[in-house]
């Protein structure tokens, strides 16, 4: 089929929405539908060895749909934003090179937000040395110490970051000291870019308590299928809880009760407890982009009856 243009915009297709409302499966059936390939933008897909905590797609379930950006860094292989905007680009490049139809399917809000907005991450290369400074430093002073070194660097940065989100005060603080810019400069140059795409955005929903639900019951699936053993194992390969692979949905509250802190029982319940209300978070985040069309999986139809109206719509107005 022929690749949708824009504007001169290439066209990509993105799933997007809190986890557990199916956009594993209807990103798949899409695909299927439109001769297409899947580029996941979920943080923790990244991983090789993560697969239950992280609900990782098989290859069964996969369905012959090619993925990109799954499996290609061991757990303490340190990865940014930028790295991922850079490997998610060229494997969207090389799909529409073959003709066929990206996707962007995940709910990694900031990973979505690098592909389909004007952001240049790329101008300011990641500088491990520094990180490593800066990360030393928010050991021994306290992450808020380095928040309040980043409000004197950049106060319009420090606004928009929150006091103990340590990942993004270093970056910001890199970009800083790194340039002499401060890095809400550069954001504020990107808006005023066109974005690299065209994208046709799809999020996907449900009631609050159908969803809380649907969190409930994968984790004990995931229980049931491996997940304190797929822990165990991990930690016992030598990955350690501080690595921001482990401190992900399911490692962090499972390695507790591996360590005795807690009873798997009160893991459970609180793995449940943080998965909705990372799901919450997700959704706060995705409803802030008004270009997004939202499908409540429940009255759509689940899986197959979002493809429908997906497919219908890419069909009509972008193919």
């Known amino acids: 089929m022929a690749i949708p243009e824009s504007s001169g915009q290439l066209g990509l297709l993105a799933l997007v929405g809190p986890t557990a409302t199916g956009k594993t499966e209807t990103g798949v059936l899409v695909a299927r539908a439109l001769d297409g390939e899947v580029v996941s933008a979920d943080s923790m897909y990244l991983y090789r060895g ?12 996969r369905r012959g749909v ?7 860094l061991d757990p303490d292989e340190p990865f940014s934003v930028a790295e991922y905007k850079v490997r998610a680009e060229a494997a969207i490049d090389r799909i529409l090179a073959r003709g066929r139809v990206p996707i962007l399917v995940g709910g990694s809000g900031l990973y979505v937000r690098a592909v ?3 952001t240049s991450f790329t101008r300011v290369p990641p500088d491990r040395a520094l990180r490593e ?3 030393a430093e928010a050991e021994r002073d306290g992450t808020e110490a380095l928040h309040a ?3 004197q660097a950049d106060p319009d940065a420090a606004v928009h970051i ?4 340590r990942k993004r005060i270093i970056r910001a603080l890199e970009v800083y000291l790194s340039t002499g810019q401060p890095i809400s400069q550069l954001q504020a140059l990107d808006r005023e ?6 994208t046709c955005r799809f999020g996907l929903t449900l009631p609050r308590e159908e969803l809380y639900r649907r969190i409930d019951e994968r984790v004990e699936r995931q229980l049931a299928g491996g997940l304190v053993e797929e822990v165990e194992r991990l930690l016992a390969e030598g990955y350690r809880e501080n690595l921001v692979s482990m401190k992900g949905l399911g490692y962090a509250q499972i390695a507790r009760f591996l360590r005795g802190v807690c009873s798997l029982e009160e893991a459970v319940v609180q793995l449940k407890r943080d998965t909705r209300r990372f799901a919450k978070r997700q959704l706060t985040w995705f409803r802030a982009d008004t ?7 429940r009255t759509v139809g689940g899986p197959a009856g979002a493809t429908n109206l997906i497919v219908a719509e890419w069909r009509q107005g972008w193919a």
Do not use: F, G, Q
């Not at 090619?66 to 290609?72: E, T």
């Not at 870019?193 to 065209?198: A, L, T, V």
């Open 133 to 135: 400074r800066l990360t």
């Open 116 to 118: 389909v907005s004007p």
């Open 66 to 72: 090619l993925h990109h950006l799954v499996d290609i």
């Open 50 to 61: 993560m697969d239950v905590a992280t609900a990782k797609p098989t290859a069964e379930e």
């Open 291 to 297: 270009s997004i069309t939202w499908l409540d999986m």
């Open 149 to 151: 070194r980043l409000a």
């Open 193 to 198: 870019r066109s974005p690299r795409y065209n």
């Open 162 to 165: 929150a006091p103990r989100d």
